[in-house]
């Protein structure tokens, strides 16, 4: 079978204890051999040392890694001093996101929008740094509608985005139609399709209610009948986002993106079963 190249997404862990798991937990996912890992960014870049420093890890490791960087909030002098951290520790790609500010801050800030961000750092760093941008297969949970969001993330391609990683979805119907939109309207970048594997309900659920991913209620009624009982829950998370996985590799997807939450084997049970092991 084709293998696609694919990358990972982590947290920075808010303990030593964590650190070492995770540094454990990327070893254990190296072995699939990833394009890239990235790390995720607390709202107002609230985790940004944890975020810097992971990055800077995985780098070490000999793996590409991307970090996230959030604009909200920002002065384009603060976000200038903070890229020149990560091109000085030779790091070459960035996920661009205009984030969250902590609840209780008002905006604030030289940056409104993620495209602002992207425009400044081309404008800043040229073509040092592989910019990606995230997209929203369901739409972005504050979109006023999908035709505006479609052209809200053409305008960020066209700030100068190199690539696009999806928010996880299990509609995979969604994405097809959202990339189809999005060529029809000028933009052929590669849109990667981000993955959730399912390995807790309670968890997948609060979050999926947070950013506005729709869990369809076929999907939603198994995991919900399983009640507490983890093995049935991971073995049908593990196959239907292995069925999903499929489906998105037949209908063209250029890559997979797999967020890990910080563990590895779903993940890595999901590659074998594509047969990538």
Known sequence: ???LPISFEFFPPKTPEGLEKLRTVRQQLYVRQPEFCSVTYGAGGSTQAGTFGV??????????AASHFSCIGATRESVREELAQLQAAGIRRLVALRGDLPSGYGMGGEFQYASDLVAFVREAFGDWFHIEVAAYPEM????RSPEADVQAFV????AGADSAITQYFFNADGYFRFVDEVRKAGVDVPIVPGVMPIINSSQLMRFSDATGAEIPRWIRGRLQGFGDDLTQIRAFGLDVITQLCERLRAGGAPAL?????NQSQATLEITRRLGWA
């Open 1 to 3: 079978m084709t293998k």
């Open 55 to 64: 990055v800077r890890q995985i780098q070490d490791e000999g793996v590409a």
């Open 140 to 143: 972005h949970p504050q979109a």
């Open 155 to 158: 305008t960020k391609v066209k």
């Open 257 to 261: 993106h797999f967020y890990t939450m």
